[in-house]
């Protein structure tokens, strides 16, 4: 089957750094461009960041700039989102995509991780 699974996440306090992995399961990531979009309660899912193929960030949410960097590794079939200097404001779950470009429209990503809930607290 193939997936993208979503290890990590859990609780951090605020000024804290949690790094998130997105592992492709009889999926080769090195195809795809992959993004990662997070969803706080009583909101809509928002684009957060996106890696490209030639390993090239993209960044739509100003709020994360300076704060967030997204990796890839195709040797480990991963990408990981580093978060560092997390707000409260950062606690959503977050999920990881694949598309064919780096687009902040949700509906133009194939295969969704399960996502993994990220909660920035004291």
């Known amino acids: 089957q193939r997936q993208l699974v979503e290890p990590g996440g859990g609780l951090v306090q605020p000024g804290g750094t949690l790094r998130l992995s997105c592992v492709g399961s009889?999926?080769?990531?090195?195809?795809?461009?992959i993004a990662w979009f997070r969803q706080a309660p009583g909101k809509e899912r928002e684009a957060v960041i996106c890696?490209?193929?030639?390993?090239?960030?993209?960044y739509w949410l100003d709020s994360v700039k300076g704060r967030f960097t997204v990796s890839r590794d195709n040797v480990e079939n991963a990408v990981y989102l580093r978060m560092n200097n997390m707000k409260p404001e950062d606690t959503a779950v977050y999920y990881c995509?694949?598309?064919?470009?780096?687009?902040?429209?949700?509906?133009?990503?194939?295969?969704w991780g399960q996502g993994t809930q990220v909660t920035v607290s004291s």
């Open positions: 890696i490209s193929t030639s390993f090239s960030s993209t």
């Open positions: 995509a694949t598309s064919q470009t780096c687009e902040d429209d949700p509906y133009r990503y194939g295969r």
């Open positions: 009889g999926l080769s990531l090195d195809v795809y461009s």
